[in-house]
């Protein structure tokens, strides 16, 4: 493994790598007016959400790395102490790259963007209309991270006063990610897409699972199970007792080969052609109920990975 001191490397370089491993991070497209009106949108993937009472949000509105001046965000932020975050969706993420070009202050990056302004009720600068949730935020505390850095970040920490959310992004009571399909950045000029495949539920624990040390070593130091499928073993309150009836097979069962069956995500069918056919060898055998444990697993059948796994060899 490669290890790095930040003070012996390019900012350059540790910017790259920084923001490579510390992602997808979501992205705030920050709305600010300076106290002439003028408005500017930029977005910052330096963000995310600390608190929801009360409801706190951060972004990072670093100096430009060129020559350490302020950024207009910064400018308008601490002028006025308002803004609004709007979310970067799919359907406007280009919009929304165009707008962090370097314009001059008196020009209009939502018109520069195509993007509408939503006005806001409680502060002056507006949000984006084609953003289906946005955040108008007064100022709490503006942190300079590095004062004896001319090109430092800085931590823009604000409350947020009210909120605006699509009712088409819902499901229920609750925001559905499929449909508010947001984008969230990686490093260099990587970004991932929130929805479809690319998300997935994973409950919160009940109750205090019996964890990967308390789990039989012939589970443990598996060369099979990885180590998400021994914390899913691992979840259970106490260790299932072994259930003799798990291999007694319906009269209809049919299945002749082990791989077929296994490849074909049928792990009782692969368990019955194992158990059924000629035996292989204990080690070989192991081997080959800890392969239906896994698809059992990935099948979020716990218990019946358990009993495959308690099977006598």
């Known amino acids: 493994m490669k290890s790095f001191t930040p003070s012996e490397i390019s900012p350059r370089e540790l910017h790259k790598i920084l923001l490579s491993g510390v992602a997808p991070r979501p992205i705030a497209l920050v709305g600010t007016a300076d106290p002439r009106g003028n408005v500017n949108l930029?977005?910052?993937s330096f963000f995310n959400a600390f608190s929801s009472n009360p409801p706190v949000v951060a972004f990072g509105p670093a100096h430009r790395a060129t020559d350490g001046t302020a950024k207009d965000t910064y400018t308008n932020l601490m002028a006025t102490g308002e803004c609004t975050i709007s979310a970067v969706t799919h359907s406007m993420v280009e919009q929304s790259n165009l707008s962090s070009c370097m314009?001059?202050?008196d020009v209009d990056e939502f018109a520069k963007a195509g993007f509408t302004k939503r006005p806001s009720q409680d502060v002056k600068p507006p949000s984006v209309m084609e953003s289906p949730f946005a955040m108008e935020c007064r100022l709490v505390q503006m942190i300079n991270l590095a004062p004896e850095i001319k090109t430092s970040g800085n931590m823009a920490i604000c409350r947020v006063v009210r909120l605006h959310v699509s009712g088409s992004i819902f499901n229920g009571d609750?925001?559905?990610?499929?449909?508010?399909d947001l984008v969230g950045r990686m490093g260099l000029s990587w970004y991932v897409r929130a929805s479809g495949k690319a998300v997935f539920e994973l409950p919160q624990p009940h109750v205090n699972g019996?964890?990967?040390d308390g789990l039989p070593d012939h589970i443990r130091k598996s060369p099979i199970l990885t180590g998400n499928n021994l914390a899913k073993l691992a979840g259970v309150e106490r260790k299932p007792a072994r259930n003799h009836d798990f291999i007694k097979f319906d009269a209809s069962?049919?299945?002749?080969?082990f791989s077929l069956e296994l490849n074909s995500g049928n792990p009782y069918g692969a368990l019955y052609a194992l158990l059924t056919g000629t035996p292989p060898?204990?080690?070989k055998l192991q081997e080959k109920l800890?392969?239906?444990a896994q698809?059992?697993?990935?099948?979020?059948?716990i218990e019946e990975a358990w009993q495959t796994l308690m099977l006598p060899l």
Do not use: N, R
Not at 174 to 180: A, G, L
Not at 295 to 301: E, G, N, S, T
């Open 281 to 283: 060898p204990p080690e």
């Open 295 to 301: 698809v059992f697993l990935a099948q979020d059948k």
């Open 210 to 212: 019996i964890g990967i």
């Open 290 to 292: 800890h392969k239906v």
């Open 253 to 257: 069962m049919q299945a002749e080969d």
């Open 42 to 44: 930029s977005p910052y």
């Open 103 to 105: 314009y001059p202050p």
């Open 174 to 180: 609750v925001i559905d990610p499929h449909k508010i």
